[in-house]
C-alpha cells in the first residue's frame, strides 16, 4: 500500500501528464479548426467562381441559340 507522499507524487505525475495531453489536444482541435476555416474558404470561392460560370454559360447559350435577323 502506498503512503501518503507516494500518494501525493503519483497524482502530481498523473495531472502533469494530464495537462500535457490537454495541451497537446488543444493544439490539435485549434489545427483543424484552422484548416477547417481555410477549406470552407476555399469551398466558398469554389462555389462562388461556379455560379459566375453557369452564369457566363447560360449568356452564351442563349446568344448562340437565336437565330440570325436575316432568317
Do not use: G
Request: aromatic share 2%; no cysteine.
Amino acid at each position: 500500500m502506498m503512503n501518503t507522499e507516494e500518494r501525493l507524487v503519483d497524482l502530481e505525475i498523473r495531472l502533469s501528464r494530464q495537462d500535457d495531453l490537454v495541451e497537446t489536444l488543444n493544439t490539435q482541435v485549434y489545427r483543424q479548426q484552422k484548416k477547417i476555416d481555410e477549406l470552407e474558404a476555399l469551398l466558398s470561392a469554389m462555389a462562388a467562381r461556379m455560379r459566375e460560370l453557369a452564369i457566363t454559360a447560360s449568356q452564351r447559350n442563349t446568344v448562340v441559340d437565336e437565330r440570325p435577323p436575316h432568317y
